[in-house]
């Protein structure tokens, strides 16, 4: 992936610290917490650089953040073209390895909100246990 091209694609500036959080988080297949992502920075940069720009690339839409019941998770959206595919989908929680997974395929209905009412975000969690703790135990 080309991750200048994708910050300059959503009108983002190109810092370093946007590029090593988009490679950090290309690299890994589950979700991870600020707390791992933290620890995977190089140099010093402080809770709250990483916070802003995670933020900002929420925003965009090149990252989505997941409230599981463990931490707040960041995966990073397959960014394979400039479709503005809906991200809201299904996130699964392992309650015994606390890996979150994507489930991209099972996309999140959007429900009608009562009057007054407006989304901003949809966030629907399944907790379980997944297939690798799954097999460890039978
Ligand atoms: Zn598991
Ligand atoms: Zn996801």
Do not use: W
């Amino acid at each position: 992936m080309n991750y200048k091209e994708v910050l300059k694609q959503s009108k983002l500036s190109l810092t370093s610290h946007r590029i090593e959080l988009l490679k950090i988080l290309a690299t890994r297949e589950r979700a991870l917490s600020e707390k791992e992502i933290e620890g995977l920075m190089r140099g010093n940069c402080n809770r709250t650089t990483i916070y802003r720009n995670l933020n900002s690339l929420v925003e965009k839409k090149l990252v989505h953040r997941i409230l599981s019941e463990e931490a707040v998770k960041y995966k990073l959206i397959a960014v394979n073209q400039n479709n503005s595919s809906d991200p809201d989908h299904v996130h699964f929680e392992c309650t015994n390895c606390n890996t979150t997974y994507c489930m991209e395929e099972l996309e999140i209905k959007d429900f009608e909100l009562p009057d007054g009412f407006q989304k901003t975000e949809n966030q629907f969690i399944i907790l379980g246990i997944c297939k690798n703790c799954h097999y460890e135990n039978s």
